[in-house]
């Protein structure tokens, strides 16, 4: 299986954010929890089971 590596823009798609409210997310870490991105190719990358697992553990009004 091969692992799908999202990028900033495709990550707030796919939770249908914007890419600032990821920003906020990222620079705010320690009250979101939010997953850390791995850089690939000098990009950040968000793997999308990390995602969905801290998705699972919001509370209802982020999801």
């Known amino acids: 299986m091969t692992a799908t590596w ?3 823009m495709e ?3 796919y939770l249908g954010i914007t890419t600032r409210t990821v ?3 990222r620079k705010d870490a320690d ?3 939010f997953p850390t991105p ?3 190719a000098g990009r950040p990358r ?3 089971k990390e995602v969905d697992n801290w ?3 919001q509370p209802t009004k982020l999801r």
């Open 6 to 8: 999202l990028s900033k």
């Open 11 to 13: 990550l707030a798609t």
């Open 23 to 25: 920003d906020r997310w």
């Open 31 to 33: 009250f979101y929890k």
């Open 38 to 40: 791995r850089y690939i």
């Open 46 to 48: 968000w793997h999308i």
């Open 55 to 57: 998705m699972a553990k």
